[in-house]
């Protein structure tokens, strides 16, 4: 329930006097008539500050069961969970401007999302809320693309081969820590700013797949400075009252993949390590994970052939660097492995989380670029087997087909092979 239902409501809230149950019995339908209206009328006296938002930050555990679930992202048959690394969250940050508008942006520290997930989530929302306040149109959720997160949870069946189906209380726990991080976020809503940044982070990637990047054309290439993104973008959130900083976002490009495919213990990679680092510096060193008040989420960007591995692969059966064009060693890909920077994975994660937490600290603590205006939410759905365009190598009209699963899909990466055993010949 919204606490701008009324001045009374939001400070019986606040004050934590309703409990969950009260807040059931109030009329829902009354309060999804009062909520966007109560929320708007608070902006009266500031309609002429495109800058000013109303921000709220939330987070909560998703964690859900840790021993004997197959982990999501590398694949692999056996690679079952038996404990906990440390625990994941889902962090919410909810954006409305002066007009109304609302975006909810979650990251997850999840392999992915899919549809069952966020349809889910919006249903659960609406219902407690109001469709008019949460919908598919304005709730964004984004997994980090740790592969050591629990799977089972995705919908569609070549994600649920190597889990063996649905795993249902993977599913509600991802669920329900969802929708709790959102509520938390609502219910704390509050007058903010927010602010802009972005610098490069040299020493946390490399890209996996050197050799592939090279067959792009001299023209392409020379439009980038290097064969990976190397920047990290950044939106700080300040409390309008207090000038105290209450939320952090920011996107790099980097695999979480630290954490190889014979971990077996539940953890958010680099990127969940950054975000509890981040935290607890924010919030006290005393302050248990997810439970202060500032939040900072460090999300997927576009991270597909980027690696935190920066040793590079090499053959783990002679030590030699693997081949180059094919990533294999005497013909197999599972003999080619890479890793680093630390001398194990534990190490080489919290290695790569210092590095993001570091630069995110730096470019946090110097934004000063406000952003103002409109917040609004994109999402387009595109059948990739029905675009027609003119080919750059042949001058000819031509139509993408149906997918399939090639050659690079069954070798897997160098971060991981997957769990079908493949020759080169």
């Not at 997930?117 to 249903?123: C, D, E, L, M, P």
């Not at 795993?167 to 669920?175: E, G």
């Not at 054309?217 to 290097?226: A, N, Q, V, W």
Request: aromatic share 10%; charged share 20%; net charge neutral.
């Amino acid at each position: 329930m919204s606490p701008f239902t009324c001045l009374s409501l939001f400070v019986l809230l606040s004050l934590g006097v309703l409990t969950s149950s009260s807040r059931n019995h109030l009329n829902p339908n009354h309060i999804r008539r009062h909520v966007r209206h109560s929320s708007l009328q608070e902006f009266d006296n500031k309609k002429d500050d495109p800058a000013l938002y109303r921000i709220g930050i939330g987070i909560a555990d998703i964690t859900g069961p840790a021993a004997e679930v197959n982990m999501m992202g590398y694949a692999k048959y056996g690679q079952d969970s038996s404990g906990i690394h440390f625990r994941l969250f889902a962090r919410t940050f909810i954006i409305q401007d002066k007009d109304g508008n609302r975006v909810v942006f979650i990251s997850c520290d999840l392999g992915m999302i899919d549809q069952a997930v966020k349809t889910q989530v919006v249903n659960t929302l609406s219902k407690m809320y109001g469709s008019d306040v949460y919908h598919v149109n304005n709730v964004l959720i984004s997994g980090t693309h740790t592969h050591s997160g629990p799977g089972g949870f995705l919908q569609y069946l070549l994600y649920t081969i190597v889990s063996q189906g649905f795993t249902k209380k993977t599913f509600d726990a991802i669920v329900d820590g969802i929708v709790r991080s959102v509520d938390r976020a609502h219910s704390n809503m509050k007058f903010g700013r927010m602010y802009w940044n972005q610098g490069e982070l040299l020493d946390a990637s490399i890209n996996r797949s050197p050799t592939a990047y090279l067959n792009n054309s001299i023209e392409e290439r020379s439009l980038y400075k290097y064969d990976t993104d190397k920047d990290m973008y950044l939106i700080k959130f300040v409390e309008e009252s207090s000038g105290k900083p209450i939320g952090m976002i920011n996107w790099f490009a980097v695999h979480p993949t630290s954490m190889n495919n014979t971990n077996s213990l539940i953890s958010g990679d680099n990127k969940g390590y950054a975000s509890l680092l981040f935290e607890r510096d924010m919030n006290g060193k005393d302050t248990l994970p997810g439970k202060g008040p500032f939040v900072g989420a460090f999300c997927s960007a576009n991270l597909g052939d980027v690696s935190p591995n920066l040793n590079g692969p090499v053959c783990i059966d002679t030590g030699l660097p693997c081949d180059g064009t094919t990533s294999t060693c005497n013909g197999k890909v599972e003999n080619c492995i890479a890793s680093g920077p630390g001398r194990d994975m534990w190490e080489s994660t919290e290695i790569i989380a210092k590095r993001q937490a570091n630069k995110a600290k730096e470019l946090f603590d110097s934004a000063n670029e406000l952003i103002s205006g409109p917040v609004s939410f994109v999402h387009q759905h595109l059948d990739m087997s029905k675009q027609v365009f003119v080919s750059p190598l042949t001058g000819k009209t031509v139509r993408t087909c149906k997918p399939a699963m090639g050659y690079s899909f069954a070798a897997g990466t160098t971060d991981g092979k997957i769990f079908i055993r493949f020759t080169i010949i």
